[in-house]
C-alpha cells in the first residue's frame, strides 16, 4: 500500500509549474500502472507529455465516482521537506504539498484502499489528474469537451479546504486591459496621450465600484494583479496593460458588463477565463464551508449532465498556505484526508 507521506515528496520533487508538466505526468502514470490501474492520457496544448490522465480498475466498466485535481503548480519551484513545528506538529513543506499533489497523492492512497475492499466498490471509483489549473484550467476544459472525462454520478474535486466539504463556491473572472496611447515629451502633456494614465483611471472606477453580494456566496471580489507600462518617466506612455482576476457571486456575464461599462472605450478588455458561482453536493456528517477560490470543478460540469450528477470539493490543508513561500500541510491532514475520500465514496456508493 503506498504511502501517502511518501508520495507526496515523490510528487513533489519533481517541478510542474503550468505549462511545464510532462516529467510529473510520466511518473504519476508509471506509479498508478504499479498498483494496476489502465492508464489513459490526454494531450492538452500540444507540449509533448503534456497530459491529463485517467485511472480506473477495468476500462470495460463504467465508474460512478471519479476522484481528482491538478497536477500543474504556481511558480516558483522549491523542494519538499519534512519539518517538526515547535507546536509539536510535523509538516511537508514545498510547492505542491498542498496545492495540490499532496491532494493527489491522498486520493490515490483512498483508491488503493477502496480497490483493497472485499466488496468491489472500489471498481466503481476512478482518478483523474489534469494539467493547467493555475492559469486557465486547459486541461478540466479539455478532459469535459472531448469527452476524456467519463460521465459519473459524483466528481470530487480536490483543493485546500481546511478538510472541510465546501457546499458552495465562487466564480472566476479573469481579463487582461490593454490600452494604446501616443508616446511624447513628458514636459509636454498635450502632445501625446498617456496609456498609463488611462488605465489607471480605469482601474480607479473598477477598484471602487459597488460590485454584486449575495446571501449564498457573499461579495463579489477584484484583484488587480499585474500592471506594465511606460519606458521611462520622463516619456509619455504609448501602452500599458494589466491582468486582473475576480470572485464573482452572479452571472459572471453579467458582471463582465458592468465591467465593459466602466473602461474607458478606448480600453480593449480580453477575457481569459470565467465561470459561474456553484451550489455543491454535500455529505451528512460531513463539516461543510463556502470557499472563495475558483477550481476546475466548473469546467467539469458538463460531464454530469448525462447523469445528472452533482458536483463535491474537498481537501486537506489551507488555501491560505498555498501560492506561498511557506506552502505547506500537517502529515496528519494528508493522512485524515485520504480516509475522508475513502469514506465520502463508501457512503456516496451505499446511499
Known sequence: MQDVVDLTIELCTIPS?????????????????????????ENVGGTVGRDNLLAVADKN??????????????PPYYPPTRVMGQDGIERLMGRGVIDAKGIAASMIVAWQRLLARTDGLGQNVGVMFVVGEETSSDGAKQAAASGFCPPVQYFIDG??????????????LAFDLAVQGKAGHSAYPAAGHSATHQLVNDLHRLQHASWPVTADF??????????????????????????IMMRPTANPDDVLAQVRSLLTPTTSLSVLTKAAPVRLHTVSGEETCVVAFGSDVPHLLPVLQSRHGRPMLFGPGSILDAHTSHEQVAI?????????YERMCVRLLEQ
Do not use: F, Q, W, Y
Open 61 to 74: 466498466r463504467p465508474i460512478d465516482i471519479l476522484l481528482t485535481t491538478h497536477i500543474d503548480t504556481v
Open 159 to 172: 483543493e485546500p479546504t481546511d478538510g472541510k466539504l465546501c457546499s458552495a463556491m465562487k466564480g472566476v
Open 218 to 243: 457573499g461579495d463579489t471580489t477584484l484583484n488587480v494583479g499585474v500592471i506594465a507600462g511606460g519606458v521611462a518617466p520622463n516619456v509619455i506612455a504609448a501602452a500599458a496593460s494589466a491582468r
Open 332 to 340: 496528519k491532514d494528508l493522512v485524515d484526508a485520504a480516509s475522508a
Open 17 to 41: 509549474v503550468t505549462e511545464n508538466e510532462a516529467d510529473v505526468v510520466d511518473h504519476l502514470a508509471s506509479v498508478l500502472r504499479r498498483l494496476g490501474a489502465h492508464v489513459s492520457r
